[in-house]
T-cell receptor, first 112, second 115 residues
Framework: SQQGEEDPQALSIQEGENATMNCSYK?????LQWYRQNSGRGLVHLIL?????REKHSGRLRVTLDTSKKSSSLLITASRAADTASYFC????????????FGGGTRVLVKP | GAGVSQSPRYKVAKRGQDVALRCDPI?????LFWYQQALGQGPEFLTY????????KSGLPSDRFFAERPEGSVSTLKIQRTQQEDSAVYLC?????????????FGDGTRLSIL
């Protein structure tokens, strides 16, 4: 079973626009991570946000975490065609034995 | 290379055959994870090693699945008497430290097709 659920499942935007995707989870977490996966490739780590943090930035990426709502969002600003990929959130929860549990992903298409 | 390496990249086997999938983690990484990823889904945890010790194998679907990391570096995932539902991408990941509050570095996976 997957703890996290991403929303939307798919997103299509024009180059230069912002892309926002959300992740909801069920149990208390130690941290939440976002990963990107290009077609046919492995996952690439983007950002890790700890349960006591509310917002984190990395380049064009902004992640927020609301532990009261058990949700996180990933914002990609000024998107590029190269941002086309699937994006996954992964939670590290004590109830899950401190291993990562991935959501189903958001498929993002950035059209040039 | 400096990344996680998996081989083979593609494997086709007939139902009932045994397969072995290899993972070379990043040198010096303590933790090694195996995941199964079905088409269009997120990775599902299979098993976790800290050095040579298999600390968690709760995600292995059945006793047909077996993983080892005898010297604390290279790992092999073996599937015996394969079935069609075993068809998936098998991903290996490694991380520097012993617990999951660190980024994981993934290989490109082995795509397994069972005919």
């Amino acid at each position: 079973s997957q703890q996290g659920e991403e929303d939307p499942q798919a997103l299509s935007i024009q180059e230069g626009e912002n892309a926002t995707m959300n992740c909801s989870y069920k149990t208390s977490i130690n941290n939440l991570q976002w990963y990107r996966q290009n077609s046919g490739r492995g996952l690439v780590h983007l950002i890790l946000i700890r349960s006591n943090e509310r917002e984190k930035h990395s380049g064009r990426l902004r992640v927020t975490l609301d532990t009261s709502k058990k949700s996180s969002s990933l914002l990609i600003t000024a998107s590029r065609a190269a941002d086309t990929a699937s994006y996954f959130c992964a939670t590290d929860a004590r109830a899950a034995g401190n291993k990562l549990t991935f959501g189903g992903g958001t498929r993002v298409l950035v059209k040039p | 290379g400096a990344g996680v390496s998996q081989s083979p990249r593609y494997k086709v086997a007939k139902r009932g055959q045994d397969v072995a999938l290899r993972c070379d983690p990043i040198s010096g990484h303590v933790s090694l994870f195996w995941y199964q990823q079905a088409l269009g889904q997120g990775p599902e945890f299979l098993t976790y090693f800290q050095n040579e010790a298999q600390l968690d194998k709760s995600g292995l679907p059945s006793d047909r699945f077996f993983a080892e990391r005898p010297e604390g570096s290279v790992s092999t995932l073996k599937i015996q008497r394969t079935q069609q539902e075993d068809s998936a991408v098998y991903l290996c990941a490694s991380s520097r430290g012993p617990i999951s509050n660190q980024p994981q570095h993934f290989g490109d996976g082995t795509r397994l097709s069972i005919l």
